[in-house]
């Protein structure tokens, strides 16, 4: 990972839910994120992943400490009206779901390059400036 990059949830979850089902994921979440780059992140991805930890049982002080770490380890983007409104047009114009769009329009508002998802077409450009990769393709 180079230069200014948003990181989706999933590949947060990955790195914290280590278990035999996902040890490829796990591992190259963890590699991922361990590069040298710029990581930035949304409230979104924040409470994104508080919620999937949440549902699978973390003690509440281990998540926020997980939280704190991706938070000091990283740029957060605050989720603002003019991202929502960016959200939808991404939405019309590529027909991501909802969710998907808000991640969309945060990266391209915080400047980044590129966006590491699995949630999206890998491989993909938007907007001439922003490019998707899916890390376990």
Partial sequence: MYGKAF??????VYAALKSMDNLE???LAVE???SPCSVVVSTQVLNEFSSVLLRQKIADHDIKSRVDNIASDSTVATITLETINMAW???HRYKFSYWDSLIVASALQAGCTTLYSEDLSHDMVLDK???IV???A
């Fill in 25 to 27: 994921k796990w591992r």
């Fill in 134 to 136: 899916n890390p376990f």
């Fill in 32 to 34: 991922l994120l361990n």
């Fill in 129 to 131: 400036k922003l490019r």
């Fill in 7 to 12: 990181v989706d949830t999933n590949i947060f």
């Fill in 89 to 91: 047009n991404v939405r």
